[in-house]
């Protein structure tokens, strides 16, 4: 207990930012192993400049 203590007084005042950091992690590892696990999923891509969105072959809807 009185090492507890010790740690609290050190580096509680960090907990927060450790479990937001964790947190973030492993937010970024789910959403990368989304793409991993479903390689035939439609990804989003990034774009330098903004345009339309258009979609295809959704639901089954040849257009």
């Known amino acids: ?8 007084k050190k580096s509680g005042s960090l907990i927060r930012t450790w479990l937001d950091t964790i947190g973030e992690f492993e937010a970024l590892s789910s959403l990368s192993n989304i793409r991993y696990d479903n390689p035939n999923w ?5 774009a ?5 969105i258009m979609a295809k072959e959704m639901m089954g809807i040849d257009d």
């Open 48 to 52: 330098d400049k903004p345009y339309y």
């Open 1 to 8: 207990m009185i090492a507890l203590e010790g740690w609290k």
């Open 42 to 46: 439609a990804m989003p891509k990034i």
